[in-house]
Nanobody
C-alpha cells in the first residue's frame, strides 16, 4: 500500500483545512487508517484513526470536536477535516495504514506511511 497525503497549507487561526490520504492498491478498503502529526524535536503524535469500514473512529482527547476523520473506500481515500485551527496545530501531518490494530494510537501499530503534509496555522 502506498499512501499520498495532501491538503496541507497555511491558514489563519480559526480557519479550516481538509487533508486527504489517497492509497494505491485495490485492498485499501480492508485497512484501518490513522492520522498523526509531528513537530521538530517531538514524537509523532496520534490525531485520529478509523477502521476499515468507517464505522469506528478514534480521536486524541484534545482534538475531539474540532477534527473529524472519515473515509470513502470507493475512492481509496481517508480524510481529516480540521476546524477551528489553532497555532498549536501547526505540524507535519502523516497518514498511515495497517490491516488492523489492537490499539489505534501508537504510531508503531502502523505498517504503511504517507510522506506528510505541512499544516501551518498563523495567529
Amino acid at each position: 500500500v502506498q499512501l499520498q497525503a495532501s491538503g496541507g497549507g497555511l491558514v489563519q487561526a480559526g480557519g479550516s483545512l481538509r487533508l486527504s490520504c489517497t492509497a494505491s492498491g485495490p485492498t485499501f478498503s480492508s485497512y484501518a487508517s490513522g492520522w498523526f502529526r509531528q513537530t521538530p524535536g517531538k514524537e509523532r503524535e496520534f490525531v485520529a484513526a478509523i477502521n476499515w469500514s468507517g464505522g469506528r473512529t478514534f480521536y486524541a482527547d484534545s482534538l475531539k470536536g474540532r477534527f473529524t476523520i472519515s473515509r470513502v473506500n470507493a475512492k481509496n481515500t481517508v480524510y481529516l477535516q480540521m476546524n477551528t485551527l489553532k497555532p498549536e496545530d501547526t505540524a507535519v501531518y502523516y497518514c498511515a495504514a495497517v490491516r488492523g490494530w489492537y490499539d489505534p494510537t501508537p504510531h508503531d501499530e502502523y505498517d504503511y506511511w504517507g510522506q506528510g503534509t505541512q499544516v501551518t496555522v498563523s495567529s
